[in-house]
């Protein structure tokens, strides 16, 4: 793993992972923890089952904070000590709880990540609780995502994490072989494919509707 200097003037390098890499690891650390914790690993990852991921890696995660309209997430990064989770209580009264995954899986690529960086620049420079009072060095959100440039990697991992976790490639890779397979596609498609595929979705999405 190669590491660069933050193109943003943070004092933490920049860990270069390969998607792949990402991949694997997400699917590896759920798995894990699942089998430890929960009986075994299944698809879909139940919404608890995300919390208590999160709260074996942070100091605190308050599910139910009171944040700011339009914050979803927010982690605290310390050089100090472990992160500070808060996920908006706003988002459990959405019709779904797919914004409480999302946000609870992008928060952890920020722990999992992110956090030991900064616990490790604090090492380097000699800086401790003494100097900072104690307080949060920097803060990320979940909708930065967004509007991140491409040169926001920290913000790009963890977006990719949210979805490695959520999506695992080998079960995405096994669901399109099955898929292909039942709709006699050859995949894969080169991005302008036009014919059968609309075909082949129409199919599938009104199968998946009747079912």
């Not at 998607?19 to 694997?24: G, M, P």
């Not at 090492?123 to 509007?147: D, F, M, P, Q, Y």
Request: charged residues 25%.
């Amino acid at each position: 793993m190669r590491s660069y200097r933050d193109p943003f003037g943070r004092p933490i390098r920049w860990p270069f992972l390969k998607t792949e890499v990402l991949d694997r690891r997400c699917e590896g650390i759920m798995r894990e923890f699942m089998n430890r914790r929960s009986g075994g690993y299944r698809l879909p990852i139940p919404t608890d089952e995300l919390i208590r991921l999160l709260e074996e890696r942070a100091e605190k995660v308050d599910t139910y904070a009171d944040l700011p309209d339009g914050i979803h997430g927010q982690t605290l990064l310390f050089y100090d000590r472990r992160p500070i989770v808060r996920i908006a209580e706003s988002i459990y009264r959405t019709r779904s709880d797919h914004r409480v995954r999302t946000t609870a899986t992008h928060e952890f690529g920020h722990v999992w990540l992110h956090a030991p960086l900064w616990r490790e620049a604090g090492a380097r420079l000699a800086t401790g609780a003494g100097k900072h009072g104690g307080g949060a060095v920097w803060t990320c959100h979940r909708e930065n995502i967004v509007s991140a440039p491409k040169t926001d990697w920290v913000e790009w991992q963890a977006g990719w994490v949210s979805g490695a976790i959520l999506m695992p490639a080998s079960a995405l890779r096994r669901w399109a072989e099955e898929q292909a397979l039942k709709f006699g596609a050859n995949p894969p498609f080169a991005a302008r494919t036009r014919p059968n595929l609309p075909r082949i979705c129409q199919e599938f999405f009104a199968e998946t509707a009747d079912g």
